[in-house]
């Protein structure tokens, strides 16, 4: 609850507090009239006799209101509002009685703001989580959040309370009862289904496995630093692509989309994918290049029912990481290409070409 930050002022509400008891001993002083001051005349008067004692001499007036102002503490200042008041000589007919006020406006407007702090006192009320001040009439917690852990903390208590033992059985022997009436003669729908019959089960038209989405999220696959390094260039060319996509059991390092067509970007290993730099048996080359061609198949006959044209390209590490500026300049044709779609087939085929030479 928010509160304005008049009514947290301790020292202005025991000003008007003051202020409205001073109005409230002035209205209702009963000897007021027979109280006796002297004139500057220098005679004595009393505060009802100044009447008659005016036709005597003129300043008995200013004399009465000297002398009430100082008897009562009357102010010169309003105490709401500040403004100078302006007494009148018959200081008893002043306002009705609203001393150090310059108007019963403002003496109603303290009397509802010291309310007002008085019952802002009355709902005060410390957090039991997190000792916070907060304003409410019967919560014992300043938030949602510490109400939560409130609730939280009474449930490990409640659990944790040996005392309770006897409720937690009876519980749990009834939530047995239960479950096994319910489920008599009941088998899930994976019953029996073992390998690849469970596996799948989760597979759609397009080929994708969402089993495997769903492990792939949970699956943590540290970036190469080829792959940092060609990520970097898709930031540079604001490229709308995804890390690490997962296809028919297969994971590819990149996902690069275009208005009409799909790339998934391979970063090859020199060591593991055979280049030519790093094997010199030409049959060893041979048989990794028909494995990155059957994973290539993947792409290209499984996924289906979509608008859009999909493709593989590779580029290998060393051309990521010691001829960056080369990379850099194909993916830009690439992605310039993307509403030419001839332009785009033969951007492609030059990448390809360029994997080649180190195959």
């Known amino acids: 609850m928010r509160v304005d ?3 947290v002022d301790e020292h202005r509400i025991t000003q008007l507090q003051q202020a409205i008891e001073n109005t409230v ?6 000897n007021r009239g027979s109280l006796e001051f002297k004139c500057k005349c220098g005679n004595a008067v009393t505060v009802n006799g100044a009447t008659s004692h005016a036709t005597i001499c003129n300043l008995v007036h200013e004399s009465k209101r000297e002398f009430l102002k100082s008897f009562f503490r009357i102010k010169d200042v309003c ?10 000589s018959e200081i008893r007919k002043l306002r009705k009685g609203k001393i150090d006020f310059c108007s019963s406006k403002c003496f109603t407007a303290a009397k509802v703001l010291v309310k007002k702090y008085e019952l802002y006192e009355s709902r005060t009320k410390i957090c039991v989580i997190c000792n916070k001040q907060f304003i409410s009439n019967n919560c014992t917690t300043c938030s949602d959040e510490c109400a939560a852990k409130l609730m939280s903390k009474k449930a490990k208590d409640w659990w944790s309370d040996e005392d309770n033992n006897d409720q937690i059985i009876a519980r749990n022997e009834k939530i047995g009862k239960i479950a096994s009436a319910s ?18 089960h989760y597979e759609d038209e397009n080929g994708r496995n969402s089993l495997h989405e769903a492990l792939k999220k949970t699956f943590f696959k540290v970036k190469t630093k080829p792959e940092i390094a060609f990520e970097e260039i898709l930031k540079q060319l604001s490229a709308r692509y995804k890390y690490s996509f997962f296809c028919k059991q297969h994971q590819f390092d990149f996902l690069v989309s275009l208005s009409k067509n ?3 970007v391979e970063i090859d290993g020199d060591y593991w994918h055979k280049s030519i730099r790093r094997a010199s048996d030409e049959k060893d080359r041979q048989v990794k290049r028909q494995q990155d061609n059957e994973k290539a198949s993947v792409v290209l006959n499984s996924i289906k029912h979509t608008n859009k044209k999909w493709d593989l390209i590779r580029f290998w590490e060393i051309d990521v990481r010691r001829h960056n500026d080369v990379v850099k ?7 310039g290409s993307e509403n030419d779609q001839s332009e785009l087939d033969n951007v492609v085929q030059e990448i390809k070409a360029y994997y080649a030479k180190s195959c």
Not at 25 to 30: H, P
Not at 79 to 88: L, R
Not at 183 to 200: A, I, M, S
């Open 5 to 7: 930050n008049n009514i």
């Open 25 to 30: 001993n002035f209205k209702q002083f009963e």
């Open 79 to 88: 105490v709401f509002c500040s403004n100078k008041i302006e007494y009148e």
């Open 183 to 200: 489920n008599t003669g009941r088998h899930p729908w994976n019953h029996e289904l073992h390998g690849r019959e469970y596996l799948e």
């Open 262 to 264: 799909v790339f998934l």
């Open 329 to 335: 300049q194909f993916m830009q044709k690439l992605i």
